[in-house]
């Protein structure tokens, strides 16, 4: 079974702080996404990553930034927190070789800054 | 543009019962691909089912089946005889060859079964 660790499952910050949220997969998958989930919106797609050091913009990049240096881990990067950045932000992978496969989630971290 | 609606955005039903979660999409591709995740409460996004664009098959697996229809762009998804375990948000998304494997989610339906 694949396996998609997020580092944590909550966290808190605060204003201005640089935050790291980190995202582990273990089947080699080329693909990785980073979204972010709230209330009547949806899952919304901050960055994708198709390979090691490439990443493209999904819906709402605005305040995020990534890294990918290794295969199995995608880094998602919040500059200068803010509190509209309160969210719940779930990791996903899939593999690139064939078109369209479905999509592995992390459980998810819960990050709130105050 | 791509877009997929859940028009259903809670569903409230007691054990036992059937009940159909509305999926309806948008895309201009010919060739694209349909999905349905399940979140329990835990919050891990559960993968469900994957339809292609070219197999209108009904699907059945165990208690869930799917029915897709290109005709009404809708792939709804049935759970028959439903238990308190199928407590959920469920998801519709759809993926195309020209959306570089992104996924279009919807907005999810939150089902609640009651014992």
């Known amino acids: 079974d694949v396996k998609v660790t997020q580092s944590s499952r909550y966290l808190v910050k605060r204003t201005g702080e640089k935050v790291f949220l980190e995202c582990v997969q273990d089947?080699?998958?080329?693909?990785m996404f980073w979204y972010r989930q709230d209330p009547g919106l949806g899952l919304r797609l901050i960055y994708f990553s198709y390979d090691v050091k490439m990443k493209e913009k999904g819906d709402i990049p605005e305040g995020y930034s990534v890294s990918r240096e290794k295969k199995e881990r995608f880094s998602l990067i919040l500059e200068s927190a803010s509190t509209n950045q309160t969210s719940m932000y779930l990791c996903a992978s899939s593999k690139g070789q064939v078109l369209n496969q479905p999509q592995h989630f992390g459980d998810g971290t819960r990050l709130s800054i105050l | 543009a791509q877009k997929v609606t859940q028009a259903q955005t809670e569903i409230s039903v007691v054990e036992k019962e059937d009940v159909t979660l509305d999926c309806v999409y948008e895309?201009?591709?010919?060739?694209?691909?349909l999905f349905w995740y399940k979140q329990p409460p835990s919050g891990e996004l559960v993968f469900l089912i994957r339809?292609?664009?070219?197999?209108?098959q009904n699907e059945i697996s165990g208690r869930y089946s799917w029915n897709f229809q290109k005709s009404t762009s809708s792939f709804n998804f049935t759970i028959t005889a439903s238990q308190v375990v199928d407590s959920a948000v469920y998801f519709c998304a759809l993926s195309s060859q020209g959306g570089s494997e992104k996924l279009v989610f919807g907005k999810g339906t939150k089902l609640t079964v009651n014992p």
């Open positions: 895309t201009r591709d010919t060739t694209y691909y």
């Open positions: 089947m080699d998958h080329e693909n």
């Open positions: 339809r292609n664009s070219f197999d209108e």
